[in-house]
């Protein structure tokens, strides 16, 4: 016991430097004033950082290049150091800066250390990278930290136990015995650890621990005689677990300390396992998903550089991952487009913003294909951001469609301005013809009435002085002119249909087809019969109008007896309603179907029965005009059927 104690003597002794211990951390560590300045940072912390402890030591922790990747993250320190100042623990996050432009996510705690009276005499800050462990975990030369850990700056045993990770120090007391190792000391983190008090452990030897006692067993009490002999420190993760812990892996590092000592610092890594366990197995899912999209797929980091695109990508542009990484994916742009794309790529980027944007990308056969490349950031559930991910379709069809509608918008555009020009001049035409028309029906009447007056005053003049032969001639003068102005009247309003502009309105036609009748005064004998439920319509009444009147007036005056027949009647057809006036006359041969809808054409001599041949030209331009039909039925001896079609509405 006498040695044990000379042993715990020269421990105390070490527990003064303790940068040997310090250093030995897979986690960064580092000693703070209350007001934030840096008294000591252990080796990891500066190894990442590329610093040394001169270009830190004094100065303000949030000062240091570590923060300054963000002027937020430097709140974030300072914010923290002062919270932590008043006596609480703080748990946080932020992204720290290391060598070479490495960003990594660090997850720290800020923990206040006081004296005996209570008053906060210091801070420990610990940090865990959660991102590439090799950043703290690669090798390190151990006995390079240790050669100096004499020269250190002394700590007091506080520091010991308020260390944020488990810490043991074992003694060898016999060269040659590796079950003489005795535990001198561990502070409370190794206790709550491994889930038993080992205060009640101090100065034992290994042989009084049952084997689920301790992180041990034969290796690994064979390694830390081993460091205690040799001065060469190891690291290794080892799984442990007893009735008070679940399983779990920790992260031990073995280092030697004077005096046949060697310290063992560990700390609980299950989160950190099962963390990137489930980051390799989303990593995995996501390359799966990526790979098997219908799209294109990419991504890029911090950097602006893509590092990842998916087999739809290298697919399409036939080339390999490493040919398309960073910016080589740009060699496959249009020269044209290059610009434009990468302005919007980096404009959104430094914005955070998503994008979208259009442009020609090389195919694995040499064309180019119209490309739609939509960008969003990627963030952590933090709100860090982390970069970009894009997903890319080919719109080349849709592009040359769009091309195709822009080249006939643009014919349509320039037929529009001709047919505004023609519509122009016809407008001009149509005027001048209604002046025409006017001036030509009354500088063309005024001489004809003049001429049929003075017939009939040479007439009265002569009265029982004609002879019968003259009377006649006298009567075929008159009617002549009567034919005439009856011409001019039908060629006037031949001319007026569909240039007039008429308002529509509600028109009952069986009310409509009596006027008309009315107006044509038929032979008491003649029989006209108009079908029940005639409709009522939106119609241009008075055009309606004009085509009934012409053909019942037709089918009267042409008749070969003055007790014929005629029949009105409808039917519906769809968007329109068929009229029907079918006659029991002389009919007309199929010859001249066609030829009786032309103008000043007509069937019998206009000496036998006047008649202008412009009636039925005038129903048919009106029918065609308002979107309608007309048709004949007959033949000699078997009368005559006409059909016309009109619109049950007007078109707007």
């Known amino acids: 016991m006498e040695r ?41 912390a500066l190894d990442f950082g590329g610093l040394t402890s001169n270009d830190v030591v004094g100065l303000p922790l949030w000062e240091a290049s570590w923060w300054q990747l963000t002027k937020a993250n430097q709140v974030k320190i300072r914010e923290a150091i002062a919270v932590a100042a008043s006596g609480e623990l703080v748990q946080n996050r932020v992204e720290i800066l290391g060598t070479s432009n490495t960003v990594a996510t660090l997850e720290f705690t800020i923990r206040p250390i006081k004296n005996q009276s209570g008053r906060i005499i210091l801070l420990i800050f610990k940090g865990r990278d959660l991102g590439d462990r090799k950043l703290l975990t690669g090798e390190h030369s151990v006995t390079a930290k240790t050669e100096n850990a004499h020269t250190q700056l002394p700590f007091d045993a506080d520091i010991f136990h308020n260390i944020p990770f488990g810490l043991q120090i074992w003694h060898l007391a016999k060269p040659n015995n590796i079950n003489s190792l005795q535990l001198l000391a561990a502070n409370p983190v190794a206790s709550e650890l491994m889930g038993i008090n080992l205060s009640e452990y101090i100065g034992k030897s290994i042989t009084e621990f049952s084997p689920d006692q301790l992180i041990l067993n034969q290796a690994n009490i064979e390694l830390y005689a081993k460091v205690a002999l040799s001065g060469q420190g190891e690291v290794k993760q080892i799984d442990y677990c007893n009735q008070n812990t679940p399983y779990s892996f920790f992260n031990v590092r073995v280092f030697p300390l004077p005096n046949r000592c060697v310290g063992v610092a560990f700390d609980h890594i299950a989160h950190c396992q ?38 739809s990508w290298l697919e399409f542009t036939g080339r390999r991952m490493e040919q398309e990484l960073g910016n080589g994916w740009s060699q496959g742009v249009h ?17 955070r913003q998503p994008f979208s944007m259009e442009y020609r990308l090389r195919r694995f056969d040499g064309k180019y294909r119209w490309i739609l490349d939509t960008g969003t950031p990627r963030f952590t559930t933090d709100g860090n951001f982390v970069g970009y991910i894009g997903s890319c379709i080919d719109i080349t069809h849709h592009k040359q469609i769009e091309q195709a509608l822009q080249q006939r918008a643009e014919e349509l555009s320039r037929s529009n301005k001709i047919l505004a020009q023609t519509t122009t001049i016809l407008q001009k035409r149509n005027q001048e013809l209604d002046q025409f028309a006017y001036v030509a029906s009354h500088d063309l009447k005024a001489p004809l009435r003049a001429i049929a007056s003075l017939s009939e005053w040479l007439e009265e003049d002569l009265k029982g002085q004609l002879p019968p032969e003259n009377q006649q001639q006298m009567r075929l003068l008159r009617g002549r002119v009567r034919r005439m102005e009856s011409l001019i009247n039908g ?19 069986g009310v409509l087809l009596k006027e008309v009748i009315d107006s044509l005064q038929p032979p008491t004998t003649f029989h006209i019969e108009i079908a029940h439920k005639m409709p009522t319509l939106i119609a241009k009444r008075l055009p309606l109008q004009q085509v009934f009147a012409n053909l019942i007036s037709n089918a009267i005056q042409h008749h070969s007896r003055i007790d014929g027949m005629v029949n009105i009647s409808v039917q519906e057809r769809g968007k329109y309603y068929e009229f029907t006036i079918a006659d029991d006359g002389p009919g007309i041969s199929s010859e001249y179907h066609d030829k009786i809808f032309t103008i000043f054409q007509t069937l019998e001599s206009r000496d036998r029965k006047e008649n202008t041949g412009i009636g039925l030209a005038i129903v048919k331009k009106i029918v065609e005009t308002e979107g309608g039909t007309i048709s004949l039925e007959s033949a000699v001896n078997q009368g005559s059927i006409f059909r016309f079609t009109w619109p049950k509405q007007p078109d707007e």
């Open 4 to 44: 044990y104690q000379q042993t715990k003597a020269g421990i105390e002794q070490i527990e003064r430097p303790m940068r040997a211990i310090f250093n030995q951390s897979f986690e960064f560590i580092a000693l703070l004033e209350p007001d934030g300045i840096l008294i000591d940072i252990n080796q990891t």
């Open 274 to 311: 099962l963390t990137e366990q489930a980051l390799q197995e989303s990593e995995q899912r996501f390359q799966i998903m990526a790979n098997n999209a219908p799209m294109m797929i990419w991504m890029s980091g911090l950097d602006k550089l893509c590092n990842f695109f998916n087999q």
């Open 335 to 351: 020269p044209d487009d290059l610009q434009y794309c990468l302005a919007t790529y980096i404009t959104a980027f430094d914005n």
């Open 491 to 509: 060629l006037l309003e031949y001319s007026r249909i569909g240039r007039i502009q008429t308002p529509s309105s509600q028109v009952n036609v």
